[in-house]
T-cell receptor, first 115, second 110 residues
């Protein structure tokens, strides 16, 4: 079974621009979660989508948004990029039927550098 | 506030020198405790899930245990290929969020 895939793998943007990241979950998984990973803060939860609806949200500003499509693929958008948004953005998928009990499987991440 | 704390931050071991990594948690109504391994530039790779105090799981040189306040990842006779960052995460019964610790960077020297 194919794993979680994320595109693109690397991105370089400048301050003020916006960016869209994509995630394709494992086949049959309906929950997709997004995390930001930085050396100082570790993995910080952004949001979770299940059946095209945002089910859970972390403490990030409104510049960070996401959506999920009917095939469970998900996109994350960051508008008005700031230098502090430079990070590894990870997507994780799970079945979605048992919240908090399921294993999340991670993709390889998208490395975003904001100049 | 729900929190997961890992110690030590970094650990250097000689090949064959067994040790334990600690993950302490203050998560309301813990539903699950998850261990992951992360290699540089890659996404976390799932290792174990523990659901109740007293539970233990093993895989090759790794063994994870869970008490009411913390979890341990025991590494027996480690090899250089065990070098990685080990992450633990707890899920809250109230919010269902996965709360990650900042990880332990393990380096095993040949």
């Amino acid at each position: 079974k194919a794993g979680v895939t994320q595109t693109p793998r690397y991105l370089i943007k400048t301050r003020g621009q916006q960016v869209t990241l994509s995630c394709s979950p494992i086949s049959g998984h309906r929950s997709v979660s997004w995390y930001q990973q930085t050396p100082g803060q570790g993995l910080q939860f952004l949001f979770e989508y299940f059946s095209e609806t945002q089910r859970n949200k972390g403490n990030f500003p409104g510049r960070f948004s996401g959506r999920q499509f009917s095939n469970s693929r998900s996109e994350m958008n960051v508008s008005t990029l700031e230098l502090g948004d430079s990070a590894l953005y990870l997507c994780a998928s799970s079945l979605g039927s048992s919240q908090g009990l399921e294993t999340q499987y991670f993709g390889p991440g998208t490395r975003l550098l904001v100049l | 506030e729900d929190q997961v704390t890992q110690s030590p931050e970094a650990l250097r071991l000689q090949e064959g020198e067994s040790s334990s990594l600690n993950c302490s948690y203050t998560v309301s109504g813990l539903r699950g405790l998850f261990w992951y391994r992360q290699d540089p530039g890659k996404g976390p790779e799932f290792l174990f899930t523990l659901y109740s105090a007293g539970e233990e799981k093993e895989k090759e040189r790794l063994k994870a245990t869970l008490t009411k306040k913390e979890s341990f990842l025991h590494i027996t006779a480690p090899k250089p290929e065990d070098s990685a960052t080990y992450l633990c995460a707890g899920t809250s019964g109230g919010t269902y969020k996965y709360i990650f610790g900042t990880g332990t960077r393990l380096k095993v020297l040949a």
